[in-house]
Structure formats: C-alpha cells, structure tokens
C-alpha cells in the first residue's frame, strides 16, 4: 500500500509562491506516475500537474503552465510541486496522487492513491 503525505502548504500573498512536497512511501517500486489535483471549496477536484515516474516527462493544467513546476528527488521519494505567481482563486487543498495505471493523465479516476491533502491560501 502506497502512502503519501503532503507538506508545505500555508497562507501566501497573490503573486508570491510555495513549494510543496509529497513524500511516499512503502511500495512504491509498482508507481508508474504522480500527480498534483486541487480542490477549491464548492469546486470540483481538478488536475494541476503529472510526472512521469521512469521518465521524468511532466504535464500540466493550461492554468498554470509556465508558473508552477513538478519535479522528484528520486532518492528520497519525493514529488515537489513549486508554484509562483500564485493568485487568489487557487487558494484550494492540494493533493499528491499517484498512479500504477497510466502516465501523464489529468483524470482523478487513474490514480489510486491519495494523500490527505495540503490547504493553500493565497491572499488578495
């Protein structure tokens, strides 16, 4: 069973940024993909990013291509999500998922495992 937990998240001025980090462990070796969903209040669950375990290769929602980054530090597990220019209507919950199905999708329905999730506040 595949644990993660996400961390970093936190109370941040529009136009700032945060980083947050996802940490999995136990049985891992059968991830194929990881990504990043946020959850606004009364919204649904929506993609932000993916990355591609084995390859690296990384995708991300049109709204925030070119502003946010996803990367791995192999050695310790660990998915990162940095995020800059950040604005007020992506305050939300953010989630780490990961995938042993299929690589780079944007549904939530392919990733069977979820942390508890990390809020994010961006003020205006």
């Known amino acids: 069973q595949v644990q993660l937990v996400e961390s970093g998240g936190g109370l941040v001025q529009a136009g700032g940024s945060l980083r947050l980090s996802c940490a999995a462990s136990r049985r891992t070796g059968s991830i194929i993909a990881m990504g990043w969903f946020r959850q606004a209040p009364v919204k649904e669950r929506e993609f932000v990013a993916a990355?591609?375990?084995?390859?690296?290769?990384?995708y991300y929602a049109d709204s925030v291509n070119g502003r946010f980054a996803i990367s791995r530090d192999s050695a310790r597990n660990t998915l990162y999500l940095q995020m800059n220019s950040l604005k007020p209507e992506e305050t939300a919950v953010y989630y780490c998922?990961?995938?042993?199905?299929?690589?780079?999708?944007?549904?939530?329905?392919?990733?069977?495992?979820w942390g508890r999730g990390t809020q994010v506040t961006v003020s205006s």
């Open positions: 998922a990961a995938s042993k199905l299929r690589i780079g999708s944007r549904s939530e329905y392919d990733y069977g495992y």
């Open positions: 990355f591609t375990w084995s390859g690296g290769i990384t």
